[in-house]
């Protein structure tokens, strides 16, 4: 059987970074876990209520979390700066007010950034998020993964694999189809690969989508 590991963990410490740095003992750990989940959860709402554009896509790369014994500083990276051009302080203050409430953390001061990352579609986030849009509009999932490379290849990155599962095109039985362009080196440690699992309700069922993006 193919022992089966999510890319970003294999190379924690090689290529690749933490993206929540906090320090907690073990019987208190997955209280700080559960901190985590909610400050992502409150934020993917926020934006998906307020600052949602034509192509259904959020445009948020990662989110990234660090912890102080009196703060917590949440750095938010955007694809999509223009989303929050119209009446930006109020909406981050709107935001880091909701984060607040969501946490329930008085004696904590929450700081939360904004930043721009100049290639959103070289990101696996935000490609799935465009996948996930047109396969909800029906469109057909082979034109929407040819649609995702095709976007890809206008920037820098040297490869790309993306793979969708589940009921295809409403059929009655659910399978796994993949495409992929350029080199994926998987199996190299330090091939810089970003990588993301995202889940799409569509009328015919979940479907799951799976995307590498090979960096450097």
Same mark, same amino acid.
């Given at each position: @059987?193919?022992?089966?590991?999510?890319?970003?963990? #294999?190379?924690?410490?090689?290529?690749?970074? !933490? !993206?929540?740095?906090?320090?907690?003992?073990?019987?208190? #750990?997955?209280?700080?876990?559960?901190?985590?989940?909610?400050?992502?959860?409150?934020?993917?709402?926020? $934006?998906?209520?307020? @600052?949602?554009?034509?192509?259904?896509?959020?445009?948020?790369? !990662? *989110?990234?979390?660090?912890?102080?014994?009196?703060?917590?500083?949440?750095?938010?990276?955007?694809?999509?700066?223009?989303?929050?051009?119209?009446?930006?302080?109020?909406?981050?203050?709107?935001?880091? @007010?909701? $984060?607040?409430?969501?946490?329930?953390?008085?004696?904590?001061?929450?700081?939360?950034?904004?930043?721009?990352?100049?290639?959103?579609?070289?990101?696996?986030?935000?490609?799935?998020?465009?996948?996930?849009?047109?396969?909800?509009?029906?469109?057909? #999932?082979?034109?929407?993964?040819?649609?995702? *490379?095709?976007?890809?290849?206008?920037?820098?990155?040297?490869?790309?694999?993306?793979? *969708?599962?589940?009921?295809?095109?409403?059929?009655?039985?659910?399978?796994?189809?993949?495409?992929?362009?350029?080199?994926?080196?998987?199996?190299?440690?330090?091939?810089?690969?970003?990588?993301?699992?995202?889940? $799409?309700?569509?009328?015919?069922?979940?479907?799951?989508?799976? *995307?590498?993006?090979?960096?450097?």
């Amino acid at each position: @059987m193919g022992q089966k590991i999510n890319p970003l963990g #294999f190379r924690l410490g090689t290529t690749q970074d !933490h !993206h929540s740095l906090w320090f907690a003992q073990p019987k208190n #750990f997955f209280e700080g876990l559960q901190e985590d989940q909610k400050i992502k959860n409150c934020i993917k709402d926020y $934006v998906q209520k307020n @600052m949602k554009i034509a192509s259904g896509v959020e445009g948020i790369a !990662h *989110i990234e979390i660090q912890k102080r014994i009196d703060a917590i500083q949440v750095i938010i990276y955007l694809g999509f700066p223009k989303l929050l051009m119209e009446g930006r302080p109020k909406r981050i203050e709107e935001l880091q @007010m909701n $984060v607040q409430k969501e946490l329930n953390c008085m004696n904590r001061k929450l700081n939360v950034a904004i930043s721009r990352i100049e290639n959103p579609y070289a990101h696996p986030n935000v490609l799935a998020e465009f996948i996930a849009g047109q396969l909800r509009n029906r469109v057909s #999932f082979r034109k929407a993964m040819k649609k995702a *490379i095709e976007l890809t290849e206008q920037t820098d990155t040297k490869g790309i694999q993306v793979q *969708i599962a589940g009921r295809l095109d409403g059929k009655e039985i659910a399978r796994v189809e993949w495409i992929r362009e350029g080199r994926v080196p998987l199996q190299t440690l330090r091939a810089k690969i970003d990588y993301c699992s995202y889940t $799409v309700k569509t009328i015919y069922g979940v479907l799951g989508i799976k *995307i590498w993006i090979f960096v450097d």
